[in-house]
């Protein structure tokens, strides 16, 4: 069975993260899983993809000089680890910034602390615009149509797959009222009313992508799912362009208010 995340790899990143909050000084408030393992339709040969949320002392702000928001560590060929200090992740909620939303959204968790992921994910729900997050699924899309095809003319079946979840996140959003489509395919289905014959054929090309490399190729999709992304596609486009950009500004002082509390709840 292809396991998103076995025992031992999440040792491992358990083991990664307490080291980076040694090594940096920081408190990690929750930390996910965020690619195709959490997403759903990941190779055997999937990296992990582990992002999270963390925290900092007091003191840290008072020091002089720019000081980075960003926690990195070198990517080797299983594991890619990388952070945000949370005035950043709450900034990035703000504007609107799709990524934090599909972090506190993973199914895959590795670490959270009490009541973090709940009050973030209330506080993202109200920032999110509607319009800002469509742009977003359909830069996705239009990013993944240029890399799709190998030079053969083949399929890159995991691009594919890069292109499908984007479709399904702006069919999610014209049906729902939420600006916070789920990250992961599975939850992306429930909310989207396909067709039995679209989600038959969802199934068999997921179980060709469950079994397959990273850089497997195939011939070509159903066409029913060609005409699910070609249709979703022109939706969004026409809806963005009418559509108003929500006003958030009364926000930020929630977000003053969240990053102090969180940071000190943290350090306790």
């Known amino acids: 069975m292809n396991t998103p995340v076995g025992p031992a790899m999440r040792a491992e990143i358990e083991s990664a993260l307490t080291a980076i909050e040694q090594e940096d000084g920081v408190r990690i408030l929750f930390a996910v899983e965020s690619g195709s393992r959490a997403w759903g339709f990941h190779s055997p040969d999937s990296d992990y993809d582990v992002r999270f949320v963390y925290a900092r002392p007091r003191d840290w702000f008072y020091k002089l000089g720019k000081k980075r928001d960003v926690i990195e560590r070198p990517i080797d060929d299983e594991l890619d680890l990388s952070g945000w200090e949370l005035s950043k992740a709450l900034e990035l909620a703000l504007g609107s910034n799709a ?3 599909e972090w506190l959204q993973s199914p895959i968790q590795y670490r959270a602390q009490p009541g973090v992921i709940d009050q973030l994910t209330t506080f993202t729900e109200q920032a999110l615009s509607r319009k800002s997050v469509t742009w977003h699924y359909l830069s996705l899309m239009r990013r993944q149509q240029s ?10 079946v995991k691009r594919w ?11 999610w959003l014209q049906l729902n009222s939420s600006a916070m489509p789920p990250m992961d395919l ?3 289905r429930a909310g989207s009313g396909l067709d039995k014959s679209t ?21 070509g999709v159903d066409p029913l799912l060609e005409e699910l992304v070609d249709s979703e596609w022109r939706a969004a486009e026409d809806w963005v362009s009418e559509a108003p950009r929500d006003d958030t500004r009364a926000l930020w002082e929630e977000a003053s208010r969240l990053h102090l509390e969180l940071s000190e709840t943290a350090f306790r």
Do not use: M, N
């Open 99 to 101: 990524v934090i939303a």
């Open 147 to 156: 890399r799709v095809r190998d030079p053969q003319g083949r399929l890159r």
């Open 161 to 171: 797959f890069y292109i499908l979840r984007p479709a399904l996140a702006l069919r």
């Open 186 to 188: 599975a939850r992306l």
């Open 199 to 219: 989600e038959d054929a969802i199934d068999a090309l997921l179980v060709q992508k469950l079994a397959a490399k990273e850089k497997a190729t195939i011939e």
